[in-house]
């Protein structure tokens, strides 16, 4: 059964800092993962989709980067601003099934 | 719709009763997703539909819970004999199919509390 884990759970930063959050998976064999966004009371949105054979994707200030076959995914974040504190989650797509496994979750806080 | 909609927001349900849930999704989306989430951890996964078949009920934790879709386009996840262990966001996720490029979109979730 596939399980995902994210490290820091928490982390607090001023303002402007680069930072990066962590993602693993305990079996290689997925389809594509993504990182999703979720503010406080609200549902998640989607930041960044990595397909399996690709190795990175950026979008603005993000960059996600996927190595398969160590299990393991990162979101780096570049020139934090407080809007950027939210709830940070990193879900795998097997290849068996459609699904979403989802890690817990990095609460990123972002100081001024 | 211009989002995945969700009803109620907010319930509160004494211990032992039913509740329903309604999700509708952005309209023409043929996958919708439904998944749990306990407070301070990450969702997981209920079950899935394609359109009104459900394809995968393997999240469902209890023969208490029950889904369906039978348009192919609003989805009732139902909730027997409420038990504390319950209390959760019930999130709704629909993607125009469930490819590897489709974006899929949740909605605000339903937020039950079981007491």
């Known amino acids: 059964k596939q399980e995902v884990t994210q490290i820091p759970a928490a982390l607090s930063v001023p303002e402007g800092e680069n930072l990066v959050l962590n993602c693993s998976f305990t079996?290689?064999?997925?389809?594509?993962l993504q990182w999703f966004r979720q503010d406080p009371g609200k549902g998640l949105t989607s930041l960044l989709l990595?397909?399996?054979?690709?190795r990175e994707q950026t979008s603005g200030r993000l960059n996600a980067s996927l190595d398969k076959s160590s299990g393991r995914s990162t979101l780096y974040i570049a020139a934090s601003q407080p809007g950027d504190s939210a709830t940070y989650l990193c879900?795998?797509?097997?290849?068996?099934?459609?699904?979403?496994?989802f890690g817990g979750g990095t609460r990123l806080m972002v100081k001024p | 719709g211009a989002g995945v909609s969700q009803s109620p927001r907010y319930k509160v349900a004494k211990r032992g009763q039913d509740v329903a849930l309604r999700c509708d999704p952005i309209?023409?989306?043929?996958?919708l997703f439904w998944y749990q989430q306990a407070l301070g951890q990450g969702p997981e996964f209920l079950t899935y539909?394609?359109?009104?078949?459900?394809?995968?009920k393997s999240g469902l934790p209890s023969d208490r819970f029950f889904a369906e879709r039978p348009e192919g386009s609003v989805s009732t996840l139902k909730i027997q004999r409420t038990q504390q262990e319950d209390s959760a966001v019930y999130l709704c996720?629909?993607?125009?199919?469930?490819?590897?490029?489709?974006?899929?979109?949740f909605g605000e979730g339903s937020w039950l509390t079981v007491v």
């Open positions: 539909f394609q359109n009104e078949a459900q394809l995968d």
């Open positions: 079996d290689s064999a997925i389809y594509n």
């Open positions: 309209s023409g989306h043929v996958s």
């Open positions: 879900a795998v797509k097997d290849n068996a099934g459609n699904m979403l496994t």
């Open positions: 990595i397909q399996s054979s690709q």
């Open positions: 996720a629909s993607s125009l199919e469930s490819g590897s490029g489709n974006t899929i979109y």
